[in-house]
């Protein structure tokens, strides 16, 4: 199945490197127009660079998700340049693991800050131009943590089910307004955030994983770039999982 798009303007947070880069890429590689946005110049601008060298249309943004003053002004920036952005993918997350009795406050609120508040911050943004076009798609990347839960990710775990609260939510919100709002639930994908597990804890989870292997950045994007196009028109309010099986 080719998948339509047209003349459609995206904003890809956590694009400068894994699973948002390969977003970036890949609705690059469909003709749509991508704002990659990262914490650091360098990360989104080499992913940007990127995708004008082979052919695709791309401009660079560093910018803090946490910070909703940062992210407002950003918008309205990237509103007056572009008039609209039809496609919102809050991709950028971290993680600061510990088990409960051990976890700062400062790591807690880190995690909740960037990984849902932005959500917040980005939506609140950019979402009342794509009701008033009358179309739009918003694609929060969540987690199977956010499903499941997960030992010594309390602080992530919540962010990570809260978006999709958010999400769901959001979908009743916009819908009327052809705005659909999806979620996306990896599983362990092979990125920057996964490359610290330790051996013997690979050796523990990938039992756990039908497939018997971690999955790749194309894989979440596949997914992402399909909820993006055109041929997705009637899917709101759901969360998909790309985990090889884990959250069955
Ligand atoms: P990476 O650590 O590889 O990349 C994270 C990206 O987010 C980077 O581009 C980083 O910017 C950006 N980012 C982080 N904090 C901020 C911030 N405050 N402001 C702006 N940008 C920020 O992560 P992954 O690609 O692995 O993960 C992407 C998403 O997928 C995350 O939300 C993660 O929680 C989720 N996920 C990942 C899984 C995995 O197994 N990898 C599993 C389940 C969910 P910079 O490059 O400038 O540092």
């Not at 995206?10 to 694009?15: D, I, M, Y």
């Not at 800050?113 to 969540?142: D, E, H, Q, Y």
């Not at 362990?188 to 610290?196: G, L, P, S, V, W």
């Amino acid at each position: 199945m080719s998948l339509t798009f047209e003349d459609k303007v995206a904003l890809v947070t956590g694009a400068g490197r894994g699973i948002g880069r390969a977003i970036a890429e890949s609705l690059a590689k469909e003709g749509v127009t991508v704002i990659c946005v990262s914490r650091s110049e360098s990360s989104c601008g080499s992913a940007a660079d990127a995708i004008n060298a082979s052919g695709g249309k791309a401009i660079a943004k560093a910018v803090d998700v946490s910070d909703g003053a940062a992210v407002a002004s950003c918008c309205e920036e990237l509103l007056e340049a572009h008039q609209n952005i039809d496609i919102l993918v809050n991709n950028a997350g971290i993680t600061k693991d510990n088990l409960l009795f051990r976890m700062s406050e400062e790591d807690w609120t880190d995690v909740i800050n960037t990984n849902l508040n932005s959500c917040f911050f980005w939506v609140k943004g950019l979402a009342r131009p794509m009701t008033r076009k009358r179309w739009g798609r918003i694609i929060n990347i969540t987690s199977v943590s956010g499903i499941m839960g997960n030992a010594g990710q309390t602080n992530y775990a919540a962010a990570k089910a809260g978006m999709i609260g958010f999400t769901k939510s959001l979908a009743k919100e916009l819908a009327s307004r052809n705005v659909t709002a999806n979620a996306v639930a990896p599983g362990f994908i092979e990125t920057d955030m996964t490359a610290d597990i330790a051996d013997a804890a690979m050796d523990k989870i990938l039992p756990m994983i039908p497939l018997k292997r971690m999955g790749k950045s194309e894989d979440i994007a596949n997914m992402v770039t399909y909820l993006a196009s055109e041929e997705a028109n009637y899917i709101t309010g759901q969360v998909f999982t790309v985990d090889g099986g884990m959250a069955m």
